[in-house]
Each structure stands twice: as C-alpha cells, then as structure tokens.
C-alpha cells in the first residue's frame, strides 16, 4: 500500500536541464516520467506543478528590463512548456494524464478546475497543473501551495536536488545536518529555504503537509510512497 492515496507532486524546472545549462534534458525527462508511472500503477492519485526556471524566471527578467507582470506571465509560459513535454513523455510510457492550464489556451490544455482535476485523477489520469496561478507576482511554489489544497491532496512533495532540509545550504556549508522532520514553525524560526513565505504559510493554515527529497536519483519517488525515510517531512 502507498503511504498517501492523493498528492500534488512539484517538480522543479531547473532539475528538467539534466546536465545541460539550458532547456529539457529528454533523459531527465524520461526518468521522471518512468518514476511517475511507478507510483502510478500502486493506485496513487497524482496531481503535478512544475516550475519553469530551464526556460525563463520571471524575478531574472526583472533585472534586465523586462516589466514584473510580462516577465512573470513568460514564467508561466515556461510551465506550459514543461508541463507538454511531461505530458508527452508519461504518453510514451503508457500513462494517461490531463494538461490543466490556469489561463485559457486551448486546444494546448483545459482550463484548469478543482473539480476537473479531481475527475481526473479518480478515473486514473494524471493531472498537469500549468500557468502558476495564473497571476504574476507569485511563485510556482505558491502555485503547488494552492493546488494542492484545491486538490485535496494528503501531501505535497517537493521533488528537489536535494534530499530534504538542512540547518543550512548543504551546497555551501558541509557541515549543514539534515532533518528527518521539522514543524512550520520550526522553519520561520530558524528562517530555513523550503519554499517561499506564501507557499509555506498557505500549506501551513491549511494543515497540507510537505515532504522534501531528491527526485533526481531515479527510485526516490516510489520510496517516498514505499514510506522509507529518505527526505524531510514538513508539518504542524
């Protein structure tokens, strides 16, 4: 048995580039895709945010000119494209799904609903949720915040490069230690990088727990489902 029936799987945009210093590394691609479909064929109710930071970020755009609001909608854009390539990939491995737009655009995807997304993970499609919110100024962190929750998800995992949280920037510091579980509030108080401060306070007031591992190591996901303990678990 999987440990959680229904989540909303964030998957970060820079992780999409593999090894390349721009865009989607089709092996990354398809190893994302594999692990999906693995938690997938358990029965697991699967809805998906990604980022867009392989193709553009709306915050970079800022500082070389571009106006907030035009850079963040080319941030949203990026999802979209990432969001067609998982889409392409999980239909290459035999895995149904549904591209949910937060702007209208169709026929690229549908117009994002709660109750569309819930249908169609209850009829065994995995749900692509794209476009952010649909609102600049916040971040696809926030988006898989509210997602999530709209969902009804029983957790949202944050598949990084990373494998959890740590007292500090493992990157930086190698003597950062890593938490098995750690509180909300335990993060604003120690001010720790999870996700930005909207996207933790909505998972915070609405008791949707996070679980942070590194999705880049092919078998992580299915071990998070499996119920080993690889990752951060993040709650009330």
Known sequence: MAKF????????????????????????????????KEIHDMGVEIGIVIGGGNIFRGLKGTGRGFDRVKGDQMGMLATVINGLGLSSALTSVDCPNVVLTAIRM????????????????????????????????????????LRGIEI????????????????????????????????FDEIYNKNLKVMDLT???????????????????????????????IGTFVHN
Do not use: H
């Open 5 to 36: 029936k229904r989540i909303l799987l964030k998957l970060s945009g820079e992780s999409l580039m593999g090894e390349q210093k721009y865009g989607i590394d089709e092996k990354r691609l398809t190893e994302y895709a594999q692990q999906i």
């Open 106 to 145: 169709e026929p690229i995807g549908e117009l994002y609903s709660k109750w569309k997304a819930i249908e169609a993970m209850q009829n065994g499609k995995i749900a692509i949720l794209v476009g952010g919110t649909g609102n600049p100024y916040f971040t696809t962190d926030t988006g898989s915040s």
């Open 152 to 183: 009804e998800a029983d957790v949202m995992l944050k598949g990084t490069r990373v494998d959890g949280v740590y007292t500090a920037d493992p990157e930086k510091d190698p003597n950062a230690v890593k938490y098995d579980e750690i509180t």
């Open 199 to 229: 996207a933790t306070t909505m998972c915070k007031e609405n008791n949707l727990p996070i679980y942070v591992f590194n999705m880049d190591v092919v078998g992580n996901l299915k071990k998070v489902m499996d119920g080993e303990p």
